[in-house]
């Protein structure tokens, strides 16, 4: 059976060149949440609850993902974070938002981060749920200690070899991520888990050229940005576990890099913190609306 967030109405709304799906919920200003890997939209069930009560909520999954479309990738503007980028802001007009507040998690966090430099005049405030920027990412990967993210070097690689090695055990290397990356072995529900993996089971080309944009265009887009000197101007909030105990390096240093108006703050949970620890994003997020 497939799983929703209760109360919220689901639609598919066209943007662009693709057909999103999006749960929809609740009432105020809205409030885009955006989803990461290997997850859909559902990851953000317990957060968009929390919020609903005075805000609109808005919950997709990203192009490539869960049940919205999947374009077969043609050339590399089909997965830049630039173009996942410009479907938000779509999405979020298609809704009647002109402006909006933004969070995201993992691969939603690199999108989010990309509308908040490309769309300033749209995102109002911006939350980042445990990733870098994709240039930082790359540039703090190395040695031995970069084995921790492997998958990033696999879905690098050219089209065909990584998509065949994924779809023949892809329960195993979706169920890899969601098991090593969680806080303990109850973190995600079996049957959010089993939507997990089937929903990644039918996207893994998509997925895929997800992750080799970063790899290429991104980091271009990223590195345009860091020599042009454009910055986040709205308030950003980042969440992240102690990155930098593990691989030695200043997490909050790096976003201060990109960002006027930053907090960042150190939770002690795992990577999948909206749903483990739902309560505390969704008090951060409160702060930052707050801002």
Do not use: C
């Not at 970063?214 to 020599?227: F, I, N, P, T």
């Not at 042009?228 to 976003?255: E, H, I, K, N, S």
């Amino acid at each position: 059976m497939t799983q929703s967030i209760p109360e919220f109405e689901y639609q598919r709304v066209a943007v662009g060149d693709v057909v999103l799906n999006v749960a929809v919920g609740g009432s105020g200003s809205p409030v885009v949440l955006l989803h990461g890997f290997p997850q859909t939209h559902l990851m953000w069930r317990h957060v968009a609850a929390g919020l609903a009560d005075d805000h609109t909520v808005i919950v997709p999954d990203l192009r490539g993902y869960g049940a919205s479309d999947k374009p077969a990738e043609q050339g590399t503007d089909t997965y830049s974070k630039r173009t996942m980028a410009q479907d938000v802001v779509a999405l979020a007009g298609a809704l009647g938002h002109e402006r909006f507040a933004l969070a995201g998690h993992d691969r939603g966090a690199l999108v989010a981060l990309r509308a908040g430099l490309d769309h300033p005049d749209r995102v109002t405030h911006l939350a980042i749920l445990d990733v870098l920027p994709t240039l930082d990412m790359w540039g703090v990967l190395h040695g031995a200690d970069a084995a921790v993210a492997f998958h990033l070097y696999l879905m690098a690689q050219p089209p065909g070899l990584p998509e065949r090695m994924i779809e023949a055990s892809a329960d195993d290397f979706f169920g890899f991520f969601l098991d090593a990356w969680g806080a303990g072995p109850d973190a995600i529900p079996a049957e959010i888990r089993a939507e997990y993996l089937r929903a990644s089971r039918e996207a893994v080309p998509s997925i895929v050229a997800d992750y080799r944009a970063s790899a290429g265009v991104d980091v271009e887009h990223d590195a345009a940005d860091k020599a042009a000197g454009r910055r986040l101007t709205m308030p950003l909030t980042v969440l992240q576990q102690d990155w930098g105990a593990a691989l030695g390096y200043d997490a909050a240093g790096l976003w201060s890099a990109w960002a006027d108006d930053l907090e960042h703050r150190t939770l002690d949970a795992g990577h999948f913190m909206a749903e483990q620890s739902p309560h505390e994003v969704v008090g951060h997020l409160r702060a930052l609306l707050a801002r």
